[in-house]
């Protein structure tokens, strides 16, 4: 039997949820420097993108395209970067950060560049408010 899908402890402290995605959790990272989201497959035990069945892998990369469609159309930015690193949370996660060159961290990576400031809870509520906003009335979940 499959193991349940668990969301890294990690994972639960640095994001909020915002929606699912057929596969895939949205959470917001909990970093008001970028708009940061990130996508964990709801499954179980799982580290790498090719630990996924191939129709996963191919619904993973539909849903990274979604999630950066979303945020380029909020936000405008320079750049759109995507990362699966999993170096210190071993579950299988995605970064999808929009980057601009006002952004404390510009041009290089966000790791290590940038200061992880907090949203205060008003603001929290307003970022996940308008991307579950924008979630529905673009259907691309």
């Known amino acids: 039997m499959p193991e349940a899908f668990l969301l890294h402890p ?15 959790t ?7 420097a970028v708009p940061w989201l990130i996508l964990v ?5 799982i580290t790498e993108i090719i630990d996924l069945p191939p129709a996963e892998q ?3 990369m539909e849903e990274i395209a979604a999630a950066s469609t ?8 320079r750049k759109i970067n995507v990362a699966a690193l999993g170096n210190v949370v071993p579950q299988l996660h995605v970064h999808v950060i929009a980057r601009s060159e006002s952004d404390a961290a510009w041009p290089k990576p966000v790791w290590g560049n940038l200061t992880m400031d907090h949203y ?9 408010s308008m991307l579950r906003t924008a979630l529905s009335v673009r259907d691309i979940h």
């Open 26 to 32: 949205i959470r917001l990272m909990n970093c008001r």
């Open 10 to 24: 990690q994972l639960a402290a640095d994001t909020v949820d915002v929606a699912d995605f057929k596969l895939c």
């Open 70 to 77: 979303l945020l380029r159309s909020l936000f405008a930015p």
């Open 58 to 60: 191919l619904q993973l």
């Open 120 to 128: 205060a809870a008003a603001e929290q509520g307003e970022m996940v």
């Open 41 to 45: 497959p709801r499954r179980g035990a």
